[in-house]
C-alpha cells in the first residue's frame, strides 16, 4: 500500500482512523470531474431552498406584533394560552 501512496505523489501518510477517512473523501474529491459540478449545483440548490425561500415565503410573523422581546412573548402567551382554553373547554363537557 505504501507503494501506491507514494507512488502518486501522496508521500507518507498518518495511519490514525479519522486521518485515513479524511484523505478517503479528499482523494475521491480530488479525482471526480462531473462530480465536482453536481456538488457546485447542490450547493446552489441548498442556498435557494435554504435562504432565498425563507426570505420569500417566511416572513418574520412576530415582528409585525410587536417590536419587544417581551410583546412578542406576550402574544406567543396568549395564542398557546387562548387555543388551549378553547380545546379543553370542549373536553371537559364531554366529561
Known sequence: MSEDVTARGGGERKSGFWARAV???VDGFRSMTLGKT????IAIKLFI???????????NFLSSKSNTEQGKAQYV?????????????G???CL
Not at 453536481?38 to 449545483?41: E, T
Not at 435554504?50 to 416572513?59: C, E, Q, Y
Not at 402567551?77 to 373547554?89: A, M, P
Open 91 to 93: 373536553e371537559r363537557e
Open 77 to 89: 402567551r396568549e395564542q398557546l394560552i387562548g387555543e388551549s382554553e378553547s380545546v379543553f373547554s
Open 23 to 25: 484523505n478517503l473523501y
Open 49 to 59: 431552498f435554504f435562504v432565498i425561500i425563507k426570505i420569500l415565503f417566511f416572513p
Open 38 to 41: 453536481l456538488w457546485l449545483i
